[in-house]
């Protein structure tokens, strides 16, 4: 079976950046789905069904010839039970992260692999729980105004200045960056690819 090439149906830097640090060159294509269109409460689901749908919007741009396998991913945050994507505007931000501050949180991210040679399709979820330092109220001034967790599902990134506020992960480190990469070997394995594959792959 060839490998197909690996396209990411996702603008995220962050995920882009995790497929080329393990080996994989990813052809990007930002898939435009409007996720207002979904209104689900349970966190699982609504991460597995967003990133299905990105990913279903992105593969339209292909068909079976083209040999392309297509990843779909979306994360959120649950607080106490809440759901949190990206904040709104910099209030929402200060009162999500008066919230996290010494509490512990559970970052799910959806991964959608559509198989366009096989007509297959896999849907998982990546779970980790996440626990937040204590921070004082000028210390989350000072985070919010760095502009970095306005853009990130949870209100922080933990590759960048976030890292320093979280005290410790039980799951998947790669996870909660937006693409985990065991479930990623997972899915490819259950596709019949190895992930090795990949890394003679430059698209």
Request: hydrophobic share 40%.
């Amino acid at each position: 079976m060839s490998v197909p090439k690996l396209v990411l149906a996702s603008a995220s830097p962050a995920r882009k950046r995790l497929l080329q640090n393990a080996g994989i060159e990813p052809v990007v294509r930002h898939s435009d789905f409007d996720e207002s269109q979904i209104q689900l409460t349970d966190p699982l689901t609504l991460v597995e069904t967003l990133a299905l749908h990105k990913a279903q919007t992105v593969a339209t741009q292909f068909n079976t010839t083209n040999n392309a396998l297509i990843l779909g991913c979306d994360s959120v945050l649950s607080i106490n039970g809440e759901i949190h994507g990206k904040p709104a505007n910099l209030e929402e931000a200060i009162a999500r992260w008066q919230q996290m501050r010494g509490n512990q949180g559970i970052l799910y991210t959806g991964h959608a692999l559509i198989d366009l040679s096989q007509n297959k399709t896999l849907v998982k979820c990546g779970i980790t729980k996440v626990y937040f330092t204590q921070l004082s109220d000028q210390a989350i001034a000072a985070y919010i105004a760095t502009g970095e967790p306005l853009n990130c599902a949870g209100c922080f990134a933990l590759e960048g200045k976030g890292g320093l506020f979280v005290e410790k992960l039980e799951g998947c480190h790669s996870n909660v960056i937006g693409l985990s990469l065991p479930l990623l070997h997972q899915m490819l394995q259950e596709l019949g690819y190895e992930i090795t594959d990949f890394w003679q792959i430059v698209n």
